[in-house]
């Protein structure tokens, strides 16, 4: 059972873009209690903010305003207690799979365990995603799906306290993907890791999480409802399609994200038309 006390703390997160058209208020007053072992995942609208949530976390950008805890421990810069899986794999071209994977175990275990403690890790890491088969290949050499795999390999291997998804999944084809999700529910369920996830995917969010939280649209996104995902574990994508929870979930999520959409499509021929009148008042000045 999960602890209910907040391992991870975002309160009244606001972050603000300055640049040479002025500011750009991308989030407002995000806050967000996550658990020990809770799998969450962000879902919202394209340019609400999602990205820049989960960079804020990493500690990659420094929120304008409110302050990120992470096991009581405020989050000021990027560290090893959390790991980033991206959509675009990262790997080093020049080196291995192993390689992959050893440079950021030797990064943060090099003066704590030995080399064959390290060695035996990193293998372990990469059985775990089952890519004890391809150790010596290059990126090059591999598919999308086995990169990913690498990769995420490579953040458990460091440790994290908090495993960072940026839509992992997204590059995929779909037979690939699923592969790849169910790993990663397995590999969550083992471990018991605390993660955050972004997806634009409903039913991977509904599949994988323990929560869904959906962003309202920018500008001054905000977090407009948080969905308890009330399903046993583990899941099955089969059985699941017939479940009468998740469905409601998918539901409320889709009723929520088509709400949004259509406001912003209401929204948007008000705003062409104070902009085309700014232009208008310009000109004439």
Excluded at 20 to 38: A, C, H, M, W, Y
Excluded at 242 to 249: A, K, L, S
Aim: glycine letters at 6%.
């Amino acid at each position: 059972m999960k602890n209910d006390k907040a391992y991870l703390s975002l309160s009244q997160v606001d972050m603000v873009f300055t640049g040479s058209s002025g500011t750009n208020p991308v989030l407002k007053g995000i806050d967000l209690q996550v658990r020990r072992g809770e799998y969450i995942s962000l879902i919202g609208h394209s340019g609400c903010g999602k990205s820049t949530v989960l960079n804020i976390i990493a500690g990659l950008l420094p929120a304008t305003s409110g302050v990120v805890l992470l096991d009581d421990r405020e989050v000021a810069g990027p560290g090893p207690d959390r790991a980033v899986v991206f959509q675009n794999h990262s790997l080093l071209p020049w080196l291995t799979v192993r390689q992959n994977v050893e440079i950021a175990v030797d990064k943060i275990f090099g003066r704590s365990r030995s080399k064959a403690e390290r060695r035996d890790w990193v293998l372990h890491n990469l059985a775990m995603v089952n890519m004890s088969h391809a150790l010596d290949r290059l990126p090059s050499q591999i598919s999308g799906g086995m990169k990913q795999r690498v990769g995420i390999a490579r953040a458990l291997s460091m440790e994290p306290k908090v495993l960072l998804l940026d839509e992992p999944f997204g590059a995929l084809d779909a037979l690939t993907r699923a592969h790849l999700q169910d790993e990663v529910i397995r590999i969550q369920a083992e471990l018991g890791n605390t993660v955050v996830m972004i997806t634009h995917d409903v039913d991977e969010a509904v599949l994988m999480s323990d929560r869904v939280v959906m962003m309202t649209n920018g500008p001054a996104a905000t977090i407009g409802q948080v969905l308890d995902i009330d399903l046993p574990r583990p899941r099955s994508r089969i059985e699941l399609a017939e479940d009468r929870t998740y469905n409601h979930c998918r539901q409320e999520i889709l009723s929520f994200l088509y709400e949004k959409q259509r406001k912003v499509e209401a929204i948007a021929p008000v705003r062409s038309m104070a902009a085309r009148a700014r232009e208008q008042a310009a000109a004439q000045a």
